[in-house]
């Protein structure tokens, strides 16, 4: 089993940072694709960025130049960021830390099998 915890989400105004962090624990090592997704009210999930074993890394364009994906595995711990600047409104959403053993990293949530519990983030004008 995977466990996949979140956290950083918060309320910013228009324009602000913040910095998801997503830690992994259980049976996951570095070849992992992992990934962030996100979930507004009424919509559904939609795929954010993935980052590769190898650090390749695939943005929406919704987010591109914004948003940065970055993973490490210092000290057996396996973690996932997502730095996020520039952010607006439509922003907003449940974001969720995904992740698979498939190294192709889908950019569909389908595509991943494991989860995290997701963290809000809110965006105010």
């Known amino acids: 089993q995977v466990q996949l915890v979140e956290s950083g989400g918060g309320s910013v105004q228009a324009g602000g940072s913040l910095r998801l962090s997503c830690a992994a624990s259980g049976s996951i090592d570095s070849n992992y694709c992992m990934g962030w997704f996100r979930q507004a009210p009424g919509k559904e999930r939609e795929f954010v960025s993935t980052?590769?074993?190898?650090?390749?890394?695939?943005?929406a364009d919704s987010v591109k130049d914004r948003f940065t994906i970055s993973r490490d595995s210092a000290k057996n711990t396996l973690s996932l960021y997502l730095q996020m600047n520039s952010l607006q409104p439509e922003d907003t959403a449940m974001y969720y830390c995904?992740?698979?053993?498939?190294?192709?990293?889908?950019?569909?949530?389908?595509?991943?099998?494991?989860w995290g519990q997701g963290t809000q983030v809110t965006v105010s004008s």
């Open positions: 980052i590769q074993s190898n650090l390749r890394t695939i943005y």
């Open positions: 995904a992740a698979d053993p498939d190294t192709s990293c889908s950019g569909v949530a389908y595509g991943y099998g494991y």
